[in-house]
């Protein structure tokens, strides 16, 4: 069965597309990647093609597997509603969740909000 070549174009889409969501600008990324936003921008626009340790790290900082670069949109599967459009705050939010490392970090993060919430 064959299978659909991804292109670093389509790559580069996926990041542009996740690092929008996240509300980081290409100069954020970059800082996380270790690389220049220039070099972001080359990447998103698909001039650049990207090697296994840099695709590694912008996963990384995108929070998602590496494998999400490769996958294609398949035709005539329900999708899921796009998400709501999140305020500011909910990306920044999201964004700091996303930089913590440490599990226990996390889980106090999440144990403030909800109970927060509940006020």
């Known amino acids: 069965m064959p299978t659909d070549i991804i292109t670093t174009r389509e790559i580069g889409e996926a990041i542009r597309r996740r690092r929008k969501e996240l509300g980081l600008s290409q100069e954020q990324l970059s800082e996380k990647v ?23 790290r912008i996963a990384r900082a995108l ?7 490769f996958e ?34 996390k889980k ?3 144990t403030i909000v909800r109970r927060l919430a509940k006020k």
């Open 34 to 56: 270790g690389v220049s936003y220039q070099q972001i921008q080359r990447y998103e626009n698909g001039s650049s093609m990207l090697n296994v340790e840099n695709l590694q």
């Open 63 to 69: 929070a998602l597997p590496v494998t999400a670069f």
């Open 72 to 105: 294609t949109p398949r035709a005539n599967v329900a999708a899921e509603p796009e998400t709501p459009y999140a305020s500011k705050e909910e990306k920044t939010l999201l964004r700091n969740f996303r930089d913590l490392t440490a599990g226990s970090d």
């Open 108 to 110: 106090l993060a999440i």
